[in-house]
């Protein structure tokens, strides 16, 4: 499923490890940097007035189906001046993650993905939050999973891999807990990656997926694609995502695990 502003980004995990050091990587490491920096202004705009908003919406997702995200240039630049700014993302996102895993009781160890991982910040923060989780860390860049692996495990408690979110390598209800940070709105596939996340998830498992509000999907937009994925609308809740002020630039999207036939 496509939508206006949507083009691809990353259509491959070969096409996101770019080669280094050339000047025009420098700048597109820059435009990057200039192009993130324009969303989160976008993004104070746009929480303020309905209009604001729709224009906001419009403009980013304008802007963002321009860039080109998450080669080596584009990661470096994401490591050293984006994933700092959303730290208290990863820290809200492990408290939810926690407290969602302690509302069906003891779990034994765990098995998390996070799908789009990045950097690996988010599946960081989680490992300190839940000791005795086991995570994986999924994604498409290669160059991005470069700085993921630095924070791998050798008991394996901690790993990253490469992979898209629309073709999952884990069995049938193997996952107690599938969470997701600002990648969703960079999915080529969104429907397949719900179905994907909806097969994956143990009966009594549960899916967060965040994104920012301003590039995310509108409750229609994710209405079709629950519908494609095979979902009902409804099994896919849209959320706000609670904690003060910064916390309105994020949306959450929540999907329980169904119950085995
Ligand atoms: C803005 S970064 C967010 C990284 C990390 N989750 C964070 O919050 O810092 C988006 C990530 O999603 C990854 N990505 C995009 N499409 C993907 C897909 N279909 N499957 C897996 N990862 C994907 C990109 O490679 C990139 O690393």
Redesign the pocket.
Known sequence: MRFPGRDYK?SSARE?GAEVGRPRDVQRGRGLRRFLSAILLLGLIAALTRPGRRLGRALARRLDARVE??TEPGSNT?VHFF?PI?EHLYRRVAEDAARELAARGRIHRPLILD?????G??AVAMSRRLRDARIVG????PS?LLWAGRHATTDGRLRFIV????DLPFDDASIDLVV????LH???EPAE?FAEIARVLRPGGVALIYDLGLLSFTPAEMAGVATEAGLEPADIQRERVRGGLLSSFYVRFKLEGFPQE
């Open positions: 990353i996101a995200c998450f994401y994933a959303f799908l789009g991982c990045g950097p910040d988010l999924i994604d498409l860049s991005m992979g898209d979110a629309a997701s940070t600002l990648s960079h999915w080529t990656a």
